[in-house]
């Protein structure tokens, strides 16, 4: 019973670097999210989906691309990554419906 | 666009004491949500509050929700040093799409 997974948990990225954060979900959720945790700042939501195929902007999508090709997966691409970057990725997926959202364990990143 | 507050932001308690914590919200949503995370962990979903007047309770914790006034409250009842995390309530018209609050970090004394 793994809910959301999210690999890697830990990572450290120059400034420049390309890299994609991996989120899966077995619960065969429909809607899956990507939010980012600074200090002080709560979550916030980068891109989400409703559906394979489908894909939206959050709040804070810059510097970030997504795809959803499959309903189990939702990764999230920093195409070069700054060190405004550095934060906590928080990946969700949920159900239609009146349902809570359930997290992932997080990726803490820092860019350098 | 949605905005929502949380205070106070930072809360020290005495065991046994209690206290509430607020979560105003400047827009008409759907859902609210009340989640816990201890230091380097993920969120723990509490309560999902969907209608006015809702109140929903879990051990020492009680959730309620006016939407009239948008708001929604976290009362505590006797702390213990358990319940110390950091709390966030989250609004949004769908599960996909939440705005969080900035969290309340609690942390109970003995």
């Known amino acids: 019973n793994a809910g959301v997974t999210q690999t890697p948990k830990f990572q450290v990225l120059k400034t420049g670097q390309s890299m994609t954060l991996q989120c899966a979900q077995d619960?065969?959720?429909?809607?899956m999210s990507w939010y980012r945790q600074d200090p002080g700042m709560g979550l916030r939501l980068i891109h989400y989906?409703?559906?394979?195929?489908?894909?939206d902007q959050g709040e804070v999508p810059n510097g970030y691309n997504v795809s959803r090709s499959t309903t189990e997966d939702f990764p999230l691409r920093l195409l070069s990554a700054a060190p405004s970057q550095t934060s906590v990725y928080f990946c969700?997926?949920?159900?239609?419906?009146?349902?809570?959202?359930?997290f992932g364990q997080g990726t803490r990143l820092t860019v350098v | 666009e949605l905005k929502v507050e949380q205070n106070p932001l930072f809360l020290s308690m005495q065991e046994g004491k209690n206290y509430t914590i607020y979560c105003n919200y400047s827009?008409?949503?759907?859902?609210l949500y009340w989640y816990r995370q201890d230091p380097g962990k993920s969120l723990e979903s509490l309560f999902v509050?969907?209608?006015?007047?809702a109140v929903k309770q879990e051990g020492r914790l009680m959730a309620s929700l006016d939407t009239k006034a948008r708001l929604s409250t976290l009362h505590i009842t006797a702390a213990v040093h358990d319940l110390s995390a950091t709390y966030f309530c989250?609004?949004?018209?769908?599960?996909?799409?939440?705005?969080f609050g900035k969290g309340t970090l609690l942390t109970v004394n003995p």
């Open positions: 969700a997926s949920s159900a239609t419906g009146n349902t809570e959202a359930f």
């Open positions: 619960m065969n959720h429909e809607y």
């Open positions: 989906s409703v559906g394979a195929g489908i894909t």
């Open positions: 827009t008409t949503s759907d859902r």
């Open positions: 509050l969907l209608s006015n007047g």
């Open positions: 989250a609004v949004g018209r769908s599960n996909y799409k939440l705005t």
